[in-house]
């Protein structure tokens, strides 16, 4: 089984700053992968970045960056520069990555409980 | 592009009623999932489909169910609704089930 656990329930952050949000993750798995998603009160979840377990360098794109601890087993998101748009719920999911017909495990999300997130001008 | 489109947005209901949520997948992918999310319990998957087939489903009562058509196309149902099946439900598609998931905005029930 799986399990992502997000400690911080809230995070604040001045405008332009940077902020880290947190994310530990069990698995008995030998090769997983890692999401991040971003959810505003609209309700759409939107992908954000993506981390395999095997991956030796930590996923970036644009101002998000992914803090890959594997010994840790710790994902951290980290947000540089901090915009108004970004205050929205910030999830931790993986899943996975076995064969094709291993049971169908590798189709299936396990999220953590998500870090809502409040940019302040 | 068309994203993960999702209907309807918003319905209330009332127990003891049934529910039929549609999913319309981004054009191209073959693999669509229904995930809900409450308060409570968080974002929990439900199930998975590819090209008709349900490959995997979660822990729900067998009053959660669906179905996938020839084009891809998703529908879910819920029998008997109970209170408790109050929440967002997110369908997400992808084009094999491996790689990232596209979610739609969600099928917000209320049942009163």
């Known amino acids: 089984a799986q399990k992502i656990t997000q400690t911080q329930p809230g995070m604040f952050v001045q405008e332009k700053e940077a902020v880290t949000l947190d994310c530990t993750y069990d698995?008995?798995?030998?090769?997983?992968?890692l999401f991040w998603y971003k959810q505003p009160s609209s309700g759409e979840m939107i992908f954000l970045i993506y981390?395999?377990?095997?991956?030796?360098q930590n996923a970036t794109e644009g101002r998000y960056s992914l803090n890959f601890q594997k010994a840790r087993k710790s994902a951290n998101l980290v947000i540089s520069a901090s915009q108004l748009g970004d205050s929205a719920m910030y999830f931790c999911?993986?899943?996975?990555?076995?064969?094709?017909?291993?049971?169908?495990?590798?189709?299936?999300?396990?999220f953590g409980k998500g870090t809502l997130l409040t940019v302040n001008p | 592009k068309a994203g993960v489109t999702q209907t309807p947005r918003y319905l209330i209901k009332t127990r003891g009623q049934q529910v039929t949520l549609s999913c319309s997948p981004i054009?191209?992918?073959?693999?669509v999932s229904w995930y809900q999310q409450t308060p409570g319990q968080g974002l929990q998957f439900l199930f998975e489909?590819?090209?008709?087939?349900?490959?995997n489903k979660g822990n729900f009562p067998g009053r959660f169910s669906g179905r996938q058509f020839s084009n891809s196309r998703s529908e879910m149902n819920v029998s008997t609704l109970e209170l408790g099946d109050s929440a967002l439900y997110l369908c997400?598609?992808?084009?094999?089930?491996?790689?990232?998931?596209?979610f739609g905005e969600g099928s917000r029930l209320t049942v009163l």
């Open positions: 489909y590819f090209s008709e087939t349900q490959r």
């Open positions: 054009s191209g992918h073959r693999s």
């Open positions: 981390q395999g377990s095997y991956d030796e």
């Open positions: 997400a598609s992808t084009w094999d089930g491996i790689g990232e998931l596209f």
């Open positions: 999911a993986m899943r996975p990555r076995a064969a094709t017909g291993s049971g169908g495990s590798n189709y299936k999300l396990t």
């Open positions: 698995t008995s798995d030998q090769s997983y992968g």
